[in-house]
């Protein structure tokens, strides 16, 4: 009996596992693990976005829900923020120089990110790699762990490798965001697919696991805001971003703009007009 009540807790408990990183049921990822998965080229045009500290100081604002960083930069600035920052560990990932079938090193537990107090993990899984077997299985004693841990799971869904003709089809992308809800994420990062429609049919088919679009590389502010509208309207619960932050030499003004669309439903048109007379009247 007591096995069974402990049971029923726990998982009634699992819907609530991402609220640490959501707000009002919607997120804002602020992703900054690019230094390793693209390299110090993600940061030339801005180059004070490769001190971290810019952009922890970018990561502290109201907009953004969580935090997503590698273990060297968590356990080397994190602690300096923790009051303001909210830390979402990013287990897994592989330099831009590794030229093999897709796959990504698991660099950091668990148990370790738990420990420097991340509410949330994050882990990438490449379905339709030759590695996706080796993945899946590495996101299981994850997502297992980080149960035993009360944190939320991320999962960033990336089809890929030599059999996938089309990464960005809309079939493609409602599977990748499928595959969150199978193994057990309670928020899956998928790229845009390019329309309404296909956004929508992977957000119908995640159930109840949230679906995030990825940023994806530098837009302008208007083609990256009509995105997320779109994004939101055909059912995502918010965005996992970080060059088109980052990137920004003023990237406040761009989350003050996102903070409208993805938490207050305001049209691009608003959250523009909006953003424009506040710097005015500053």
């Known amino acids: 009996m007591i096995f069974i009540l402990c049971y029923r807790i726990l998982y009634q408990m699992i819907p609530l596992a991402d609220d640490a990183i959501t707000r009002d049921e919607k997120a804002l990822i602020?992703?900054?693990?690019?230094?390793l998965e693209h390299g110090p080229v993600d940061f030339a045009d801005?180059?004070?976005s490769a001190d971290?500290?810019?952009?922890?100081d970018v990561a502290t604002h109201d907009a953004v829900t969580a935090f997503a960083v590698q273990k060297g930069l968590a356990e080397a600035y994190y602690p300096s923020y923790e009051d303001d920052v909210t830390l979402l560990a990013k287990l897994n990932g592989t330099s831009n120089l590794?030229?093999?079938?897709?796959d990504s090193a698991v660099n950091w537990s668990v148990e370790n990110a738990a420990d420097l107090g991340a509410d949330a993990i994050g882990f990438t899984l490449y379905g339709g790699a030759n590695n996706e077997v080796e993945m899946a299985e590495e996101f299981r004693d994850a997502q297992e762990a980080a149960r035993d841990h009360d944190m939320g799971v991320v999962m960033w869904s990336y089809p890929r490798g030599q059999g996938l003709k089309n990464d960005t089809s809309g079939s493609t992308i409602a599977y990748a965001a499928r595959l969150g809800l199978e193994l057990g994420a309670d928020i899956t990062k998928i790229k845009y697919p390019g329309s309404a429609d296909a956004m929508k049919w992977a957000c119908d088919v995640s159930g109840k696991t949230k679906v995030v679009m990825s940023g994806g590389s530098k837009t302008s502010d208007r083609e990256f805001l009509e995105t997320v509208e779109t994004a939101m309207d055909a059912g995502a619960s918010g965005l996992a971003v970080g060059r088109n932050v980052f990137q920004r030499e003023d990237p406040t003004a761009l989350l003050d703009a996102l903070e409208q669309v993805i938490f207050q439903e305001k049209t691009t048109d608003e959250a523009l007009a909006a953003t424009s007379a506040e710097t005015t009247s500053n």
């Open 52 to 56: 971290p500290e810019t952009v922890f």
């Open 46 to 48: 801005v180059p004070a």
């Open 30 to 35: 602020l992703a900054y693990d690019h230094g």
């Open 98 to 102: 590794w030229m093999g079938e897709p």
